[in-house]
């Protein structure tokens, strides 16, 4: 039985539909990532798993137990972390931790070995408060806090979000961590770079599931060779290329710029000759392995061609 199921979930605030039709499934101790930018969804899919809110239309589960009829049982068995850092922000980093274990009935000592890796980094500051933490530090807290009653799945919102680059690798490597203790953990992030640091992958964009697969597969099943192209003038070369019949698409990825043609048999000297029609000074051309970020793009572009 998987961890986590959703069948055609559906949510709208008003008139603006926030989760469209969306079903997928989370297997026991996977890592498992919810990808897209703000307004994709995201936040509404973990609060219904989570029994905060109620979905217009379908069903889902956690453990077995459905997340309208079982919410007490679904809240005893798991972690939640929500983007907005959520804990008391005048209690100390030891009382914030108490107070979770106490509400669960548990205690620090009793599930010290879970959280002993995070908990370790924070000890220092036990007697500061939480509102005075830094970034990093108030999500390693929240974390703690979240894993304080030992929960069978882990629901983590975008948790590193507007951390700065170590802590979000130190985040990561914590999750696996986890992991190897048989939890479950879902976790969402508008970072792409993050999606491939996941078991399997959603893909979302407007409330729809664009794809669900392993990084690894997402990348892999990517239709055409991907060039990374660049000149001294990259906003005229851009504008070029995506004016010409040729091209099929062309998107900004830092100094590159990366594209695709029409034909299906593309190599660099095809990207040459009509890249010459506009005399680009320092034109560079090379083939490249896509990215996630890629191939978000692509699918996002078909699902709109769709409509």
């Known amino acids: 039985m998987p961890a986590v199921t959703l069948k055609n979930i559906s949510k709208k605030y008003g008139d603006f539909v926030a989760v469209d039709d969306v079903s997928f499934e989370v297997q026991k101790g996977e890592l498992f990532g919810l990808i897209g930018p703000d307004g994709a969804g995201k936040t509404s899919i973990f609060r219904i798993l989570t029994t905060l ?3 217009d239309g379908g069903s889902a589960t956690v453990q077995g137990h459905d997340v309208v009829k079982d919410f007490q049982e679904i809240r005893n068995k798991v972690g939640y972390m929500p983007g907005k850092f959520s804990l008391y922000q005048d209690l100390t980093v030891k009382e914030n931790l108490n107070f979770f274990a106490t509400i669960f009935g548990t205690t620090i000592d009793e599930n010290y070995e879970l959280i002993k890796d995070i908990y370790d980094q924070i000890k220092p500051f036990n007697d500061r408060r939480a509102g005075k933490l830094s970034g990093g530090m108030k999500q390693k807290l929240a974390l703690c ?5 030992k929960p069978e799945v882990l629901f983590l919102d975008e948790p590193t979000t507007g951390v700065d680059v170590v802590s979000r690798s130190e985040f990561w490597e914590m999750l696996g961590k986890l992991k190897e203790q048989q939890i479950t953990i879902v976790v969402s992030t508008p970072y792409m770079d993050e999606a491939k640091l996941c078991d399997r992958i959603a893909l979302m964009q407007n409330g729809k599931i664009m794809s669900v697969d392993t990084p690894k597969q997402i990348i892999k099943s990517f239709p055409k060779p991907l060039f990374a192209v660049k000149a001294k003038n990259i906003y005229k070369l851009l504008q070029d290329l995506r004016n010409d019949q040729e091209i099929e698409s062309c998107d900004a990825f830092g100094e590159f710029l990366h594209i695709t043609l029409v034909a299906e048999n593309a190599n660099e000297e095809a990207i ?7 005399n680009p000074e320092n034109f560079e051309v090379k083939k490249i392995e896509p990215t996630i970020e890629d191939s978000f793009i692509r699918l996002m572009r078909e699902q709109s061609d769709l409509k």
């Open 145 to 149: 806090c979240a894993l304080i009653h």
């Open 53 to 55: 809110l109620l979905s």
């Open 272 to 278: 040459h000759s009509i890249a010459e029609k506009y």
